[in-house]
């Protein structure tokens, strides 16, 4: 089955720009989303198809996808950021949804 | 705005039974597949199954295959979840989640969330 691997954890000053990496083998070739998670709440969508955006969200966040890894880069981070986040894919070869570990974004 | 409201959740015992539902408002059920994701005390989210608009199509996670059944009454836009030969470690929160593009399950995101209902699995 298919594998995402996400960092357990990141670190960021408050306006610093925070990468979130999700590895899987070749992941460039699929469609990657992400969702943010905070505590108690529902998961919500920051990006979609890698790199779109739903309205609502801010620019500060994007997506990039090639190769082995795709990225959630949010920049100028604040506080209200921290959260958990997560990648998902669809698996072709098993008809899955599959979901990352998680990455548990703290801002400083 | 989109609503999805799940209900059902509840403490039953190892090899006991339960029906989740997900019930549905401000957009065409029929045309949008759904899911259901659940999340274990503490760790991350886990997809649990999926349907097709129709209802025609489903797809389950291996750790739940034979065991879980999804449905949908799209007269009464509804998503349920029976989930039988239940295990300690199907204990989580279940949330219902809408397909984000009409009309496909293959590659697509998730846009609406419930707010989760309890599943408890313990003696």
């Known amino acids: 089955s298919y594998v995402l691997t996400q960092p357990p954890s990141v670190s960021v000053a408050p306006g610093k720009t925070a990468r979130i990496t999700c590895g899987g083998n070749?992941?460039?070739?699929?469609?990657v989303h992400w969702y943010q998670q905070k505590p108690g709440q529902a998961p919500v969508v920051v990006i979609y198809?890698?790199?779109d955006r739903p309205s609502g969200i801010p620019e500060r966040f994007s997506g990039s996808n090639s190769g082995n890894t795709a990225t959630l880069t949010i920049s100028r981070v604040e506080a209200g950021d921290e959260a958990d986040y997560y990648c998902?894919?669809?698996?072709?070869?098993?008809?899955?949804?599959?979901f990352g570990g998680g990455t548990k974004l703290t801002v400083l | 705005e989109v609503q999805l409201v799940e209900s059902g959740g509840g403490l039953v015992q190892p090899g006991g039974s339960l029906r989740l539902s997900c019930a549905a408002s401000?957009?065409?059920?029929?045309?949008?597949?759904m899911s259901w994701v659940r999340q274990a005390p503490g760790r991350g989210l886990e997809w649990v199954s999926a349907?097709?608009?129709?209802?025609?199509?489903?797809y389950y996670a291996d750790s739940v295959k034979g065991r879980f059944t999804i449905s949908r009454d799209n007269s009464e836009s509804t998503l349920y979840l029976q989930m039988n030969s239940l295990r300690a470690e199907d204990t989580a929160v279940y949330y219902c989640?809408?397909?984000?593009?009409?009309?496909?399950?293959?590659?697509?995101?998730?846009?609406?969330w419930g707010q989760g209902t309890l599943v408890t699995v313990s003696s």
């Open positions: 349907i097709s608009g129709t209802g025609a199509y489903t």
């Open positions: 198809y890698d790199s």
């Open positions: 998902q894919v669809w698996d072709s070869s098993s008809d899955h949804v599959v």
């Open positions: 070749n992941i460039g070739s699929k469609s």
């Open positions: 401000r957009f065409t059920f029929s045309n949008f597949a």
């Open positions: 989640a809408k397909g984000g593009v009409s009309g496909s399950y293959y590659g697509n995101y998730f846009d609406y």
